[in-house]
C-alpha cells in the first residue's frame, strides 16, 4: 500500500492553526546537544520525519533520548559511544551535515556520510563547511563510497573565517566546531536566518560564548564544555508561511498562532501587494483574502530577504493572479521542478535558468501531481486546495519530511483533505 494525499479543492480556508517548532532550527540543535555535558531538555519539538532521523541518529550513537510530551524530549549524550553517526541515516537528510561540526567539536575526528536531503539546485556543495573546519585546523579526506573524514589531530584553533557565499549551513557548522575550540571564531559574512540566532541562543544557554548571530558577523570564544538545560525552539517561519500562502490562493481568513512576526515580515509584505490583509500581535498572525489576487515579483534572498524555502507555496496565488508575475530564484541554480506539475493544472508559467514568469489563469484544475521535494510537495497541497476538482498527490513522504500534522492542521480549517492508501501502486 502507498499513501497520497487527497484533496478536494475549491474551499476557502478560515479558522485557527497553531505553528509549530522550527524544523531548520530543530534539526541543528538536536546535533549540538552532542556538545553538552549534561541533560538538554529541548521544548517545542515538531512532530516531523526529519527531527525524528536526527534524534535516531544520536540515539544510534548512544545518546539517551526520551521524549516527556509529543513536543519535549531530553537528550543526555554523556554516555555516548561512538564517535561515527550511523551512514544509512546521514544519507536520509541533508542537516546531517550537522553531525560533523558537533563531533568534530567533541571528538577532533568523524567520518560521515554524504549527507542527503531535497534536490533541487543539482550539487549541493558543502565545500564552505569543509573550508570553515581546515581553517580551525581540521584535515579533511573524501573517501570512495562518498564518506567524508574529518580529523584535528592538534585540535581546533580559533580563526577568522570569510564566506564567500551566505551559507546558512556552513554558518550553523562552524558554529558548532568553534564552541569547544580554544580561542576565538570570527565567522564573516555570515547567514543571519532565524534558525542560526535559535542555534547560538541554545549554545549560550548551555554555556557557550557566541556573540553577534542575527548580523554578518558572528564571534564564538570557545568554552572548555557545556552544561545541561531547558532550551524552547523558536516557531517555523516557512510553516506560518506555508499557512498564510495557503489562505492567499484559496481565500478566507486564518488566524496563525505561535509565530514571531519580525521573521514573517519579509513574506508579509509580498502577501499585501497580492492583495491580503495582514494584521499581528505578538504572536499571532491573521490573514485575510476577500477580493482579487494581485500580480506581484518575488526574487529570493539569504535573511532578510525573501526566503526560498517559500518560494514554490508563493507560486501558487500568483498562478491565479491577474496579469504576469515573476519570481527570480537567487540562492538556489534552480528550484522550479515543480512548476511542470503545475502546468498539469493547468497553470500558465515560462521557466528560463533562475526566472519564472507566471501568466495568472482563472483557474486550477485538480490533477494527479507529484510532491518533488519538502516545499514543492507544499505547493501541491497549495495547489489542490485552491483547484477545481481533485487532486491527488504522490511522494507525500517528503511533505512529511519538514510539516507537522499539515494534513490535520488544514482539515481543522475546512480543507478536504485525506491521506488516501493506494494498492499496489509504486510511489
Ligand atoms: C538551508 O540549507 C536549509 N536547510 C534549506 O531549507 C534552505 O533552502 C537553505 O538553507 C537556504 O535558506 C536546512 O536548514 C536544513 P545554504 P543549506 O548552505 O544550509 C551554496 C527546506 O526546504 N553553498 O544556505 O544546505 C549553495 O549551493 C530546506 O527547509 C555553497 O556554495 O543551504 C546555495 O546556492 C531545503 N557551498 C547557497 O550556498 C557550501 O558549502 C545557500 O545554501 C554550502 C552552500
Same mark, same amino acid.
Request: proline share 4%.
Given at each position: ?11 476557502? /480556508?478560515? =479558522?485557527? &492553526?497553531?505553528?509549530? +517548532? ?34 535516531? &541518529?544520536? *540515539? ?48 577532533? $575526528? ?10 533541487? #539546485? +543539482? ?22 563510497? #562518498? ?7 592538534? +585540535? ?17 557548522? !562552524? ?20 534558525? !542560526? ?9 548551555? =554555556? @557557550? ?12 570564544? %570557545? ?5 545541561? %538545560?531547558?532550551?524552547?525552539? !523558536? ?5 506560518? %508561511?506555508?499557512?498564510?500562502? @495557503? ?12 509565530? &514571531?512576526?519580525?521573521? /514573517? ?16 500581535? $505578538?504572536?499571532?498572525? *491573521? ?5 482579487? &489576487?494581485? *500580480? ?33 530564484? %537567487?540562492?538556489?541554480?534552480? *528550484? ?42 507544499? @505547493? ?24 507537522? $500534522?499539515?494534513? =490535520? ?7 478536504? !483533505? ?10
Amino acid at each position: 500500500m502507498n499513501k497520497k494525499i487527497a484533496i478536494k479543492g475549491g474551499n476557502p /480556508l478560515n =479558522g485557527e &492553526i497553531n505553528i509549530s +517548532g522550527a524544523k531548520n532550527a530543530a534539526v541543528a540543535i538536536i546535533p549540538a546537544a552532542l556538545l553538552v555535558d549534561g541533560v538538554c531538555r529541548l521544548e517545542n519539538i515538531p512532530n516531523i520525519v526529519d527531527v525524528m532521523v536526527q534524534l535516531d &541518529i544520536v *540515539r544510534g550513537m548512544g545518546a539517551d533520548v526520551k521524549f516527556l510530551t509529543p513536543t519535549i524530549v531530553e537528550i543526555d549524550s554523556r554516555n555516548l559511544d561512538r564517535s561515527d553517526p550511523p551512514f544509512e541515516l546521514m544519507r536520509k537528510l541533508r542537516a546531517s551535515y550537522y553531525l560533523m561540526g558537533a563531533l568534530l567539536s567533541r571528538y577532533h $575526528d568523524v567520518e560521515v556520510a554524504m549527507p542527503g536531503g531535497c534536490n533541487f #539546485g +543539482g550539487v549541493r556543495p558543502i565545500d564552505l563547511h569543509i573550508k570553515g573546519f581546515e581553517a580551525l585546523g581540521a584535515e579533511t579526506a573524501v573517501k570512495e563510497g #562518498g564518506f567524508v573524514c574529518v580529523k584535528a589531530e592538534n +585540535g581546533l584553533h580559533g580563526k577568522t573565517i570569510f564566506l564567500d557565499v551566505v551559507s546558512v549551513g556552513a554558518t550553523m557548522n !562552524i558554529m558548532l566546531a568553534a564552541t569547544l575550540a580554544e580561542g576565538q571564531t570570527v565567522i564573516e559574512n555570515a547567514a543571519k536566518e532565524p534558525h !542560526i540566532v535559535d542555534l547560538a541562543n541554545f549554545l549560550n544557554a548551555m =554555556g @557557550a560564548n557566541v556573540m553577534g548571530a542575527g548580523t554578518d558577523v558572528i564571534k564564538i570564544t %570557545g568554552v572548555e564544555k557545556l552544561h545541561g %538545560g531547558t532550551y524552547s525552539i !523558536i516557531p517555523d517561519q516557512i510553516e506560518a %508561511g506555508t499557512y498564510m500562502a @495557503a489562505v492567499a490562493a484559496t481565500g478566507g481568513s486564518l488566524l496563525i498562532k505561535n509565530i &514571531i512576526p519580525k521573521h /514573517l515580515e519579509c513574506i508579509s509584505t509580498k502577501l499585501v501587494e497580492m492583495g491580503c490583509e495582514v494584521t499581528y500581535t $505578538d504572536d499571532t498572525v *491573521r490573514v485575510t483574502r476577500t477580493g482579487e &489576487i494581485h *500580480r506581484t515579483n518575488i526574487k529570493t534572498m539569504p535573511y532578510p530577504g525573501f526566503p526560498t524555502d517559500m518560494q514554490p507555496q508563493m507560486a501558487i496565488p500568483l498562478c491565479l493572479a491577474q496579469g504576469a508575475s515573476v519570481i527570480t530564484e %537567487g540562492v538556489w541554480d534552480s *528550484r522550479f521542478r515543480y512548476v511542470d506539475e503545475l502546468r498539469k493544472m493547468g497553470a500558465e508559467i515560462h521557466v528560463d535558468g533562475k526566472v519564472a514568469v507566471f501568466n495568472g489563469v482563472d483557474r486550477l484544475m485538480g490533477a494527479p501531481v507529484t510532491a518533488y521535494d519538502l516545499r514543492a510537495g507544499a @505547493a501541491m497541497i497549495i495547489a489542490g486546495l485552491a483547484a477545481v476538482g481533485d487532486t491527488t498527490i504522490s511522494d507525500t513522504r517528503h511533505i512529511e519530511r519538514g510539516y507537522d $500534522d499539515i494534513v =490535520g492542521k488544514l482539515r481543522s480549517v475546512g480543507a478536504i !483533505i485525506e491521506y488516501v492508501e493506494v494498492p499496489g501502486e509504486a510511489e
